[in-house]
């Protein structure tokens, strides 16, 4: 594990290749013909990249831009919604894909809103479960807002269930973490109409 970490990004996308071209063996096919001589490269190329989130701290993104703003003294929420995302699921190493929409109540700092964006993708771009990744985000929010409150909820469709055909196609899963002031339910139903989702 450690000879990995001293690993250069460029050591490791070779061997990285070096594993897609005996999985392309594997498969039973040939990674010698014309159409795969670069597809072990691409294919870590694009792992790597899909995966960055592994380098990003989110927390600190976050803290790059708190603006001390007075919003939210009256319990006002700020809702970002429709941020789309793309993950994958660490069961399978396949897909998951879909929206998430972000509401909070300052409680003296507000943030970017384009940095709600970023730890997204921070938390998206990583071996994920969808449970876990919507309590990542809410509880980044929550630790580096230090908001009244925050609520995160996550819609997303898993090319696990539905290439392998185990549920219905275009079946949505939906996942909802929240803290603080979200406890109370009217509070939640506020979030939900805002977003349009009841
Ligand atoms: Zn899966």
């Known amino acids: ?7 250069t990004d ?14 392309l063996e594997l498969l039973g096919e040939d ?5 795969l001589l670069k597809t072990p490269v691409r294919a870590a190329k694009a792992m790597w990249s899909l995966t960055s989130g592994y380098h990003c701290n989110p ?11 007075e919003y939210g003294t009256r319990g ?45 993708d921070a938390f998206a771009r990583r071996l994920q ?5 919507t309590t990542d985000i809410c509880d980044c929010l929550q630790r580096t807002l230090s908001a009244k409150g925050v609520i995160v909820m996550v819609e997303s469709r898993h090319l696990c269930m539905q290439m392998r055909g185990v ?8 996942t909802s973490s929240y803290t603080g002031v ?16 009841r």
Not at 59 to 69: C, D, Q
Not at 188 to 195: A, T
């Open 10 to 23: 460029d050591q490791r996308i070779e061997q990285l290749a070096a594993h897609y071209k005996a999985i």
């Open 76 to 120: 006002q929420i700020v809702v970002v919604k429709d941020i789309e995302f793309y993950s994958f699921c660490e069961h399978h190493i396949l897909p998951f894909f879909g929206v998430v929409h972000i509401g909070y109540i300052p409680n003296e700092y507000v943030t970017g809103l384009s940095k709600l964006a970023r730890i997204v």
């Open 1 to 7: 594990m450690s000879d990995i970490q001293n690993m």
């Open 31 to 35: 990674p010698t013909r014309e159409g």
């Open 182 to 197: 979200f406890e109370d339910l009217k509070r939640r139903e506020e979030f939900f109409s805002m977003i349009g989702r």
């Open 167 to 174: 549920e219905k196609q275009g079946a949505v899963t939906t």
């Open 59 to 69: 927390e600190e993104t976050l803290r790059s831009a708190l603006f001390k703003e």
């Open 129 to 133: 479960l969808q449970e876990r990744f």
